[in-house]
Every structure is written in structure tokens, then in C-alpha cells.
């Protein structure tokens, strides 16, 4: 029989992977290490844990798979270089969610316009099909960086309050709450999509590249809708928890 090496003795009081991985992600989390910065070594940490190397290989590896951390050969384990996560049952507007984790946020409208509803935006917002909307094209940035383009359409109830709003407001849910309307998220959709000829050029990716795309509401407390809006990230930027009963799952293209 193979002996256990002192590497795979398991302590006593060792911590499992899953309490292992649970931690590092609160450290990471709190930016104990910063974005692109090393982590200690496999050994390091089986020794501050109090467990083997192996289990904390598994919650390293756990963590990678979701975009925490990243393995480089021959160098260890880094955290990842901009990664944000928020939970999809628990999906925050862009500015809080940013503001939680103690990012700079900022915005900036680079177009206005006012053309036609469409079906789905004549029902949910309950007005006439064609008629006029307002809608935008926002650029959002995370420490002055572009992370994400939000197109957004507007009801008409709405649309006076959001259309004095300055161009580089950071939070239009902010300045909507400041003249006492206060929006909340709705319903919303996440799925993968490639880059428009648009998205190439505000956010520097390559066309047809791959985006996180969430497609959502926003509206009163009382369920009244404000909004429509279509949220395109970069991938390595932001990336969402899915447990259970947050979601369902909807199959796009059915085999045939």
C-alpha cells in the first residue's frame, strides 16, 4: 500500500477545500492581494490553514474556475486581473455593486436618441408600438477603465427625469432617486454574445469577440417599469454566481 507522504498527512483540525477556497475568496475579496498579485505558495498556505497541499490545490483550482485566480507555470497562483463577481438572485445596478467592492465608477452617454418602441418594449412599457422612446448608449468604466456598454430605453413617464440628467452622470438610478424616484432591478437574462462593430470601438475588444451580455428591467416598488436595457461586459471583468433557485435555464437552440 502507498504511505502517506508528510505533504498528504491531513492534520487534525485541517480545513477542508471548500472552507480553504471560502476564505481566500473573502481575502480576495477584501484585497489582501491586489488584482495581478502572487499568492503564497501551495506549501504556505497548507501550513496556515493547517491542512495538506492537495486540498488546497482543490481550492485553488476551485477558485480558478470561476476567474479568481489564475495558474502560471513555473511561477504560482495570481489573482486575476480585474475580476468582480456579484450573485444573479442578488444582481445589484452597476454602481452599487461597484461601490461595494470600493471600485471608481463612472458613466458617460455616448449617444441619445428617440425613435420607434418595438413589440417587447410597447408591452412591458405600455405604450403604443412606434411610439417614441428615449434611449442611450452609456460607456461604463471601473477605475477609468471600460468594462461595459449599456444601452438602455426609457418610458416615457420617465424619460423627462433621465434626459436632464448631465451625459457623465455616474448613477442614473442615483439621479432618478434624487428627484424622488426610486428604481430598483427587475427581471433580467444572462447570456454570451459577440462583439457589435459598436462594442469593438468603445471598449477595445476584437469584433465578434466574445461578451457578457445581461438583459434587464428596471422599475418602482410598486412594479411600475422605468426601463429596458441591454448591459454588454468584458468578460474578464465581471463574472456572476449562479446558485441554486437563483435561476432557470432556458435552452436558446434546440437540437434538431
Partial sequence: MRQNSAADAVPATAQGAGAVAADLEGRIGRAEWPAGGRLPGEQALAREYGTTRARVRTAL???ARRGLVVSRPNSGWYVQAGFRAQTVGELRPFSGWAAGHGLDF????V??????ANALEARLLGIGLGDRVLRFVRVRTLNGRPVMVERSAWAPWVEPMVDRL?????????????????????????????ASSEDVRLLGVRRSGPLLQVTRTGETAAGRLAELAVDRYLPEVVAFDVRPGDVNRTLLDPPH
Fill in 61 to 63: 483550482a476551485a477558485l
Fill in 106 to 109: 463612472g458613466g458617460q452617454v
Fill in 111 to 116: 449617444r441619445r436618441e428617440r425613435s420607434g
Fill in 166 to 194: 448631465p451625459d457623465d452622470v455616474p448613477s442614473v438610478f442615483d439621479g432618478l432617486a434624487e428627484a424622488g424616484v426610486r428604481i430598483a432591478l427587475g427581471g433580467h437574462r444572462i447570456e454570451a454574445v459577440a
